[in-house]
């Protein structure tokens, strides 16, 4: 098990290891925060993706 940031939100600055190990990953975790591009360049096909955030509501 590995927990990577989702850093600033650009595609185009995740780390070659969080990279390397959503391609071998076969189950995902995520939340807003991890941008779809991310998700869609870097995750396995074969894993599953589950959105495991939450969001406050104003009362």
Known sequence: ????????????????????????ADVVLTDRLVSKE???AHVNANAEIIYVGKQCRRI
């Open 1 to 24: 098990m590995i927990l990577a940031g989702a850093g600033c939100g650009d595609p185009e600055l995740i780390t070659l290891k969080a990279v390397r190990y959503l391609h071998q």
């Open 38 to 40: 991310i998700l869609r």
